[in-house]
């Protein structure tokens, strides 16, 4: 079965300083998808990043990106220039590919507490 | 456009009592499903449903039943409240089941205390 591991319960940043997440993972699946989320004091889960396993680049949104190492079944998130608004759990999630599956199933990890401060 | 929406936000209950979340979508999405959210544990799939008339067990089930009767709504019922069962609830649904991206929307959770 699919694991998600995340070895950081909690992270501390200074504002406008850049943070590294990680992330492991296990499958025996070549083609999936891995999430990051955010989920602030609002408890509202935010979709941060996405990264198809089939793709050799790593995804970016603007300060958020992501380090992919497939054969090393890693997936950390970096966030740069961090912001105060930053601040909140962190969960990887992985997804099969799944053609012709029948679920759309995320694993998520245990998630990393970030703390920003100013 | 409101997306995931689940009610009540906040409750509590007393063990052996009876409830139901409530959740629902308006962006006609085919996949739904609960999870439930545990110190230290992540979220964990309880129930999904790839359309409607169409329910399965996730990995934490036991104490929870849900149906499906519209492509709309998703209600997870707990027949008789444990304090096991305090955690937080999400609702969370995807356009279609298996392929595209599978990004999955979430709703605002439901906070859930059994005395």
């Known amino acids: 079965a699919q694991t998600v591991t995340q070895s950081q319960p909690e992270m501390s940043v200074q504002e406008a300083e850049t943070v590294t997440l990680s992330c492991t993972y296990d499958?025996?699946?070549?083609?999936?998808?891995l999430f990051w989320y955010k989920q602030p004091p609002s408890r509202q889960m935010i979709l941060v990043i996405r990264?198809?396993?089939?793709?050799?680049q790593n995804a970016t949104e603007n300060r958020f990106s992501v380090n992919f190492q497939k054969a090393a079944k890693s997936f950390s998130l970096k966030i740069s220039d961090s912001q105060l608004g930053d601040a909140a759990m962190y969960f990887c999630?992985?997804?099969?590919?799944?053609?012709?599956?029948?679920?759309?199933?995320?694993?998520f990890g245990t998630g990393t507490l970030l703390a920003v401060q100013p | 456009n409101a997306g995931v929406t689940q009610t009540p936000k906040f409750q509590v209950l007393k063990t052996g009592q009876s409830m139901t979340l409530q959740c629902a979508q308006d962006m006609n999405h085919e996949y739904m499903s609960w999870y439930r959210q545990d110190p230290g544990m992540g979220l964990r799939l309880i129930h999904y449903s790839v359309g409607a008339g169409i329910t399965d067990q996730g990995e934490v089930p036991n104490g929870y039943n849900v149906s499906r009767s519209t492509t709309e709504d998703f209600p997870l019922r707990l027949l008789s409240a444990a304090p096991s069962q305090t955690s937080v609830y999400f609702c969370?649904?995807?356009?279609?089941?298996?392929?595209?991206?599978?990004?999955?929307?979430f709703g605002e959770g439901s906070r859930l205390t059994v005395l």
């Open positions: 499958t025996s699946e070549s083609d999936y998808y």
């Open positions: 990264q198809e396993a089939y793709k050799q």
């Open positions: 969370a649904s995807s356009l279609r089941t298996g392929g595209g991206t599978g990004e999955l929307f």
């Open positions: 999630a992985y997804r099969d590919l799944n053609y012709g599956g029948a679920t759309n199933k995320l694993i």
